[in-house]
């Protein structure tokens, strides 16, 4: 049997995220009409023997409760939020729920970042761990030399594929190879966090006995019961045989901004067309909008006929589009208003925002500058004719007049 836990972070984390982790848990924001966590919760319906999804998190549990319950429902896999009372980072959360993991008697268990958007190649990976044995195998793939420094870095056996070496977040370059943050290991991984702290108690109690500046070192350090799972048990254990790699060719971004949250839209919203076409809407119905491209529309929002939508626009529940309005490049959150004529352009537009007629809010289209995609927080009212480009707008503001490259505080 197969476990899954995906990590899904805390209030905390996510900072990047804001105006739009505001209003939700960053986990659940949705990318193509589905909540960021539902791709990789979905992905996990293909490994074969799977008995539990866990999410683990420090968010309250209130927050996951309905999602989690109806997932479970939907997908027939149980799905469970466990909540870290803090912290513990990437292996020391994984490490705190072990009896809960270990429950299944599992065979494997595949740990997912929740922030990443990628096809998760999981029965693939799952394969290729089983014919390198080891401990781990880690989903990796080639990123541009100049973008590397942001994650991972790694260097594997270009035969056996084996993990030579690795370091996080380099400040000189190591390797154009990067780690995807999603893993397949045995339960002997628990035993390596173990090791970790072990190490970490050991290191403490020669600190207490040998005074003064062991002292200053020890308030610098990190908490015994904090493990990384790059930095503690990743860079350790390379070169050991007990970590493996598995490239994938296909899409994979790491989603830490709003700007990016479009684009990986964008990619899910690909994907629909060979995973879940029924998600799609479709062009064909004369007495619908226009569509072009991929496109989400949530069966309660009421788009008007002569709206043209596309491509790359997820239009979430409750939302109306108007007549004659454009809309192209865009997440449109629950509850929005679109009225006649406007246009919405490489933005994304809160819970309960609304924009006036005539009016335009659009980003230049650039998802990795922090002014490239506009963004509208909750409740933000666009009046008549006003023009809003590259600017980021906090809840309850109201625009009357036009705006260009700024924060609206
Ligand atoms: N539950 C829980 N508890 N989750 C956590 C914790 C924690 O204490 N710390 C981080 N996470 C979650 C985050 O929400 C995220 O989904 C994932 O673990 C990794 O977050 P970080 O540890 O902040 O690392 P990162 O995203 O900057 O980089 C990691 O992922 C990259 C791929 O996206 C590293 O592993 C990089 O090497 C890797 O390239």
Redesign the pocket.
């Known amino acids: 049997r197969v476990v899954a836990v995906?990590?899904?972070?805390?209030p905390t984390?996510?900072t990047r995220f804001r105006p739009l982790s505001l209003n939700v848990p960053?986990?659940l924001f949705p990318l193509a009409g589905q909540p960021m966590v539902h791709h990789p919760i979905s992905a996990c319906r293909r490994i074969p023997n799977l008995a539990q999804i866990y999410l683990?998190?420090?968010y309250e549990e209130r927050e996951f409760a309905l999602y989690v319950s109806s997932i479970s429902n939907e997908l027939r896999v149980p799905v469970r939020y466990l909540r870290?009372e803090?912290?513990?980072?990437?292996a020391?959360?994984?490490y705190s729920f072990r009896d809960y993991i270990l429950e299944d008697n599992p065979s494997h268990i595949f740990l997912?970042?929740?922030?990443?958007c990628c096809s998760f190649p999981l029965p693939e990976m799952l394969d290729a761990h089983k014919i390198y044995g080891g401990m781990g195998t880690v989903l990796v793939i080639k990123v541009s030399a100049e973008s590397a420094h942001?994650?991972?870095?790694l260097v594997a056996d270009p035969i056996t594929k084996e993990l030579l070496h690795y370091t996080?977040?380099p400040e000189t370059f190591v390797s154009e190879l990067?780690?995807?943050?999603?893993y397949v290991f045995t339960p002997a991984i628990f035993a390596a966090i173990q090791d970790v702290f072990m190490q970490r108690r050991g290191k403490a109690e020669l600190r207490r006995v040998t005074s003064f500046e062991a002292l200053q070192s020890a308030t610098k350090s990190i908490p015994a019961d904090?493990v990384?799972?790059?930095q503690d048990i990743?860079s350790p254990l390379a070169g050991k045989k007990e970590l493996y790699t598995y490239e994938t060719l296909d899409f994979w971004e790491?989603i830490?901004t709003p700007g990016m949250s479009l684009k990986c839209s964008a990619l899910y919203l690909h994907q629909f067309r060979y995973t879940s076409p029924h998600l799609l809407a479709s062009g064909n119905n004369t007495k619908r909008a226009a569509i072009t491209g991929d496109v989400y529309i949530h069966p309660s929002a009421k788009v008007h006929p002569t709206a043209k939508i596309g491509p790359n626009v997820s239009i979430s529940a409750n939302a109306r589009i108007g007549a004659g309005a454009r809309l192209i490049s865009c997440i449109i959150l629950d509850d929005v208003e679109i009225l006649e004529n406007a246009v919405v352009i490489h933005a994304i537009v809160g819970w309960k925002s609304s924009v006036g007629k005539w009016s335009r809010v659009q980003g230049g289209g650039d998802y990795n500058a922090k002014l490239g995609v506009t963004i509208l927080g909750e409740s933000v009212a666009v009046e008549d004719e006003v023009v809003v480009i590259n600017s980021i707008v906090l809840p309850n503001k109201t625009l009357n007049g036009s705006v260009q490259e700024e924060i609206i505080l």
């Open positions: 995906i990590m899904v972070g805390g984390k996510g960053k986990p683990i998190g420090f870290e803090k912290p513990r980072g990437s020391g959360g994984l997912l970042n929740c922030d990443v942001q994650f991972g870095e996080e977040k990067i780690n995807c943050g999603v904090y990384r799972l790059d990743l790491q830490k």
